[in-house]
């Protein structure tokens, strides 16, 4: 294995398999901790793999996925956006309003 580990998509998971990595790597406004709490497992796995790779061995994380929940629904409790974030948080706030 060169360079960093590969992530795979399992066709019988579907896209969910990579919805960790996704949401630890991609920004979002509002959505700090929530998107930084998924990245300690991809941090520890991505290590250990390379810490692995001189003894010949592989590490391989599979992350859960989304689950089928209102999380960003009606349960979600969106407070009041203060003018300074209105273009990036509020945007996302809106979003979520919209199409959850």
């Not at 990036?88 to 919209?98: E, H, L």
Request: aromatic fraction near 10%.
């Amino acid at each position: 294995m060169q360079g960093l580990p590969r992530y795979f998509t399992c066709p019988w998971l579907g896209p969910q398999l990579s919805s960790v990595i996704r949401s630890s790597r991609a920004g979002m406004p509002g959505l700090c901790a929530y998107r930084s709490a998924k990245w300690p497992v991809s941090g520890f796995s991505l290590c250990v793999s390379v810490n692995l790779m001189a003894l010949g061995m592989k590490a391989i994380s599979l992350e859960p996925g989304g689950m089928q929940m209102d999380w960003a629904g009606s349960i979600m409790d969106i407070h009041p956006i203060t003018h300074t974030y209105k273009k990036s948080v509020g945007a996302v706030a809106d979003m979520f309003r919209t199409q959850f």
